[in-house]
Every structure is written in C-alpha cells, then in structure tokens.
C-alpha cells in the first residue's frame, strides 16, 4: 500500500461499557489507534424522518492492515464520527476496507 494515497489521519476508537453508580448502563469511546488512511465517498442520501431531517452518508476508508479492528465495538473519527458497518481485508493482511456510515440528524 503507497503511504502517499493515505492523506488523511483518522483515529480508531473502542466502546468501553459500565455500570453507573445507579445501576444504569454507561457508554465511553477510548482511542484505540491513530491511523494514516484513505477517504473513499460511496454514497448518500436525505430523508425525513419524526418531523427531522436526518442524512445518511456511506464513505470507504483504506487503512494498513490491523487485527483488533472490528465492526461491533468500533468506530472511526475523522472530521466526522462514522460507525464501522463492515470490514473487507486487501491482498493478505495488506490493508483493511473500512465500510462506515455517518448519521447526523439537523
């Protein structure tokens, strides 16, 4: 993988899960990396949903390989915060294909 196409540093973060002091479930995001990457817009689209506008956008990111990426507990920050859908591995253990999705709700 040429490092000159992954112009952009995104961060990788992990959820952690808890319980309060009250006994409710509690939700933190930790870095898990800082990663060099590549931004590949896939799609997008607009929709009225409860009376909100909500916009989903689909984008691909390419990363250098790593093994503790996954789609359940992980997301990627860039100048947005997008969930991690699905992953594809490129050549063996090369590189990772991020497929996140964005929801903003305006």
């Known amino acids: 993988?040429?490092?000159?196409?992954?112009?952009?540093?995104?961060?990788?973060?992990?959820v952690t899960r808890t319980v309060d002091a009250s006994g409710g479930p509690t939700e933190s995001?930790?870095?898990?990396?800082?990663?060099?990457?590549?931004?590949?817009p896939r799609a997008g689209s607009e929709a009225f949903s409860a009376d909100q506008?909500?916009?989903?956008?689909?984008?691909?990111?390419?990363?250098?390989?790593r093994s503790?990426?996954?789609t359940a507990n992980n997301r990627l920050v860039d100048t947005?915060?997008?969930d991690i859908v699905a992953m594809d591995e490129e050549?063996?253990?090369r590189g990772l294909l991020l497929y996140c999705k964005?929801?903003?709700?305006?």
């Open 68 to 70: 503790d990426v996954g």
């Open 91 to 93: 050549g063996r253990r």
């Open 53 to 65: 506008l909500s916009s989903v956008a689909d984008v691909l990111y390419r990363i250098r390989w």
């Open 80 to 82: 947005d915060t997008y």
């Open 102 to 106: 964005m929801r903003r709700t305006a």
């Open 29 to 40: 995001w930790a870095t898990l990396a800082s990663v060099r990457a590549q931004r590949l």
């Open 1 to 14: 993988m040429r490092a000159g196409k992954l112009d952009r540093s995104v961060t990788l973060q992990v």
